[in-house]
């Protein structure tokens, strides 16, 4: 029996999560803020994250206009900035052109938009009838059909599948609320581990189920091994305690972010040598404090060590000096490993490391691609 798109409207009809972006009218800025935040982490996590940048920029226009330091200081620990710069050019976007477009193509064509977030937005707002492959649908649609062959190769396999559900009636007279269905039951019931088949509505026609692999699907290819770099960062505090933060280039990693500042990040080690060369005041007597941060971005792991100093008193030098309990919301995660690492070395507590969200967070629930 092929599972039937009624009866999982049927099922969320009565289960569907309450979920702070479903409660109000579609709004595509709401809808949109809360699916680029949902590629971060996890909905517990955004929930509090969505609020906040809600009552900070309430609509797409008050994002366009504001200035990019007040959006990063708001993204800050929510992790990989580009994302963040890529929100704002899409606000300003969107506001010069009078709105969001209500196509997929539309959608697709403003800065930063991938083909996840473009199909999400297109169906959640406007019930345009695509279903969008986020790791929940992904999961729901290879154990339906028992797809054995393995990610990321079934991708392209599995959005033709799960767009065939569209195809139904029931799913095509409500696109928004059967993506979103499939959401919630790849969320609630359909979970990475130990899938509760037994409540599930779809059980009676869930091949992965009936041929008993459902719970080892999706399957998925070897990980390649994520290359380490290495960087080293200078920890300058001044009579007051404060630390000296300076703001990164506009472009690259952590591009526009408040930051200790460092070396470069490159593949091999650095020397105090060459490292001191990098040094945002040289001569001072810089010590290397014990330890190692690391932290995790897509492409590669980064190893920071940390070399420290006090600043002489009236010293003129380029940055920001910030007390630490003020750089939680300033910092993005790597640059808050440091402090840890920091007050593990010296005892100086320093608040900000304890933010929550302070990192960016693996999805498990919910991995939503760009
Ligand atoms: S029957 Fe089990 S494996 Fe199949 S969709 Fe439902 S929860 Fe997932």
Known sequence: MLPSASDLLAWYDRHRRTLPWREAARDPYRIWLSEVMLQQTTVAAVTPRWRRFLDRFPSVQALAA?????????????????????????????????????????????????AYTAAAVAAIAFDRPVVPLDGNVERVTSRVKAVEEPLPGARPRLAALAQGWMEQAAAHSRPADFVQALFDLGATICTPRNPACAICPWQAGCEGRL?????????????????????????????????????????????????LPGTPWREEGWSAEEALA?????????????????????????????????????????????????????????????L????????????????PGSGPRKRTQTGRPA
């Open 278 to 338: 990098f040094a945002p005041v040289p001569g001072l007597d810089w010590r290397p404090l014990p330890g190692e941060a690391k932290h995790g971005f897509t492409h590669f792991e980064l190893r920071m060590t940390l070399l420290a100093a006090v600043a002489p008193p009236e010293l003129r030098t380029d940055g920001e000096w910030w007390p630490p309990e003020a750089t939680a919301q300033a910092l993005p995660g790597a640059m808050l490993r440091l």
């Open 340 to 355: 840890t690492l920091a007050e593990a070395a010296t005892g100086v507590a320093s608040p900000a490391h304890r933010a």
């Open 66 to 114: 504001a200035p990019w330091e007040a959006v990063a200081e708001e993204w800050a620990g929510l992790g990989y900035y580009a994302r963040a710069r890529n929100l704002h050019a899409c606000a300003q976007a969107v506001a010069a052109r009078g709105g969001f477009p209500d196509t997929v193509e539309g959608l697709r064509a403003l800065p930063g938009i991938g």
């Open 211 to 259: 041929a008993g692999i459902a719970g080892s699907l999706p399957r998925k290819a070897p990980k390649p091994v994520r290359p380490v770099k290495y960087g080293v960062h200078f920890l300058l505090r001044d009579a007051e305690g404060r630390l000296l933060l300076r703001r990164r280039p506009p472009s690259g990693l952590l591009g526009g972010m408040l930051g």
